[in-house]
């Protein structure tokens, strides 16, 4: 049973939806829109796909607003044909976070039956208050009870675009901060802000160097909720580059030694940790994954770089990757250059592949076990990206703060810059250099925009290295 139930929207549609719902002679006002329902480990959440306006004789604005039949049969049938899910939205005319009225109540329960009857899926319902916070829940069926349906809230509401805008239901997810340990942060940016940092649900996928030094950092800013997903193995190679591991974490799962480290460092009064021993190529790891708002990519294989892609996507979750390169002299290994660049990736932005970060074929190569196969590696010019880079620990250090940084523009979005775009660094020059790319013409990524689990696109698969990796411990 899930327990947690979220709603997630593209920014330049939650604009499309504030402008019509929050008008400017204060009365009320409604919509319906269509969604793809998708199912993390834990939790449940929609994403809205397409607002369905209404047509002249739809509905009644009169301070607040009503439908007629014909309007719902007409959003029904759209989401029949699309395979999707309903949702109801309306407004109202004060700030911050809304609950129901009773009028309100009775409205989504008198449609809740027709629509789950004709979609199979539960109405959606979301009420915005007239500063664009919103609210929502799903009115689930009571298969126990026939015709009933229960009222479950979603914990938040996120916007993602440019910026990675959440609007929290206090009353599921409490904030969860400690204003003395945190006294230095709260002063930087205040307690609203360390309110909605103390509430996201952020996954860390790949705890080598960057994702274990990524860790202490969102630990020790206030982060309370983590999703770790590693398969690996700690080995003593690992210790010149890995935060919070030592010599006696030798042998033990990377999600197991981080989650004891992370422990220590928070400065939150309770941290939460979910631990996924998986790849995010494997289904369990994926569906891990589902259930956070925002995540770290801290691997450079093309397999899981093209799922992160995809995720970011389909499910309207924010990526943040990044990636080093070190040159050597093949001949007295000294050191020529060393770059390492962050981003995000996601609705409004270039993706992985158009910026040249995988490849589809080497991913293609790498979920069918090739880049394994050290046979199939010899006779190829193929040069895997982990085994042909070396890394430092102050590279790494850099590169998890860039990471960091990235990921506070998109949430804070200081002095209303949420969108920093491409950071290069040269560790040769000391300089940055920005870019600003866009997806090919072609690309399939930005077709797939909040398609969720209703896209049916299965790329994860089975994990060799992973299986392996777990047995052997
Ligand atoms: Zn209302
Ligand atoms: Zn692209």
Redesign the pocket.
Known sequence: MRRDFSVALEETLNTELLNHLVRSDGQEDLIFATYSLSKGTNRMFGTLTEIIYPDEGDREVHGNAEFYPSYLRHAISIALKKKEGLAFLHSHPFPGWQGMSPTDITAEKRIAPSIYGATGFPLLGMTTGNDGTWSARFWVKNHKKKRRYTRKWCSSVRVVGNGLKISFNDNVLKPNFDSEKQLRTISAWGKDTQEDLSRLKIGIVGLGSVGSIVAEILARTGISYFVLIDFDTIEKKNLDRTAGVFEKDIGKSKVDAIAKAIKKSATSPKITIKKSEYSICEEKGFRNALDCDLIFSCVDRPWPRQVL?FLSYAYLIPVIDGGIKIRTNSSNSKLIGADWRSHIIGPGR??????GQYSSEMAKLESEGFLDDPEYIEGSSIKLPSEFHENVFPFSAHLAAMEVLHSLSMIISPSGISNIGEKIYHFVTGTIDSERKE??SN????SIISKGDALNLVLVGRHKKAEISRKGR
Do not use: K, Q, T
């Open positions: 892609n270039v993706c992985l592949e158009c910026m997806c090919a690309c399939f990524f930005p």
